[in-house]
C-alpha cells in the first residue's frame, strides 16, 4: 500500500474537471520539479483578475503564481522578494515592486491581483486591502498559448524551474477571470462569501496536471 501511495505521488496525475472545494494542493518538499500545470482553452486576455490563498513557512525568495507565454516567460508571475519584504508582480516579463505588506509566516494568506491592458495598469490586494494601483506594460492584449503552474517559477514556456525559488506550503481556492473585479467582488472572495467563480480557471471546476510530489487533500483552517 505504501508503495502505490509513493507511485501515485511521482507520477503525473491528469484528470477532468474536478471541484476542490474544502481542498488544497500541498507542496510538502523542496524540488526543482514538483508543480501543478493549471490548464485552459482561454488563448487571448485584455485583462484579468488571479485570486489565490496560501500558507508557507518558507524565509526565502518564492513563486506563488506562474503564467507564461511564448514570448514572456513572466507574462503574469507573482513572487515573494524575502530581501526586501516585497510582493513582485510581474507582467511581460517587467517587474512592479509592492511594498508594506505584513507577509507572515505559518498562516493563510489571500492575494488577488487585477491587470487591464487598456487602463495599463496593475494593482494587488492583500488580505482584504487594496495596494496602490502602478503602471505596467503598454496597452496591447497577451497571446497565448499560456502555460499556468503553481509551486514552481518559469523561466521558459513550461520549464527552467529552479529550485531556490520553489514553493513549499499549501494552496487553495484559485480563480482566475478575464476582466478586472470590482472591489466588492474582490472582498467577496478575501471573505470567503459568495462571489461568481474564475471563468478562466475555476477552483470548484479545476483542470489541472500534478507533477512529482504534490498532493491534494482537505483544506486545513485553524480550529476556532
Sequence with gaps: ???????????????SPQDLSGKMFTFPLKTNNAHVRLLTSVDSLSAFTVCHRSFTDLKKDHLLFSMATLSNPNAFLTFWDATN?????????????????????????SICTTWDSTAQ??????????????????????????????????DSHGGGFDINQSFVGMMSDVHMWDYTLSACEIHNYMDDLNFTPGNVLNWRALEFQTFDRVLVEKEQMTCQ
Design 1 to 15: 500500500m505504501k508503495l502505490l501511495m509513493l507511485l501515485v505521488l511521482l507520477t503525473t496525475c491528469t484528470a
Design 85 to 109: 519584504k516585497e510582493m513582485e508582480v510581474h507582467i511581460r516579463d517587467r517587474t512592479t515592486d509592492m511594498a508594506g505588506l505584513d507577509y507572515k509566516l505559518n498562516m493563510w494568506h
Design 121 to 154: 495598469l496593475v494593482q494587488l490586494w492583500f488580505d482584504g486591502k487594496p495596494l496602490v494601483k502602478k503602471f505596467t506594460t503598454s496597452g496591447t492584449r497577451m497571446q497565448g498559448p499560456f502555460i499556468i503552474i503553481l509551486g514552481q517559477e518559469q
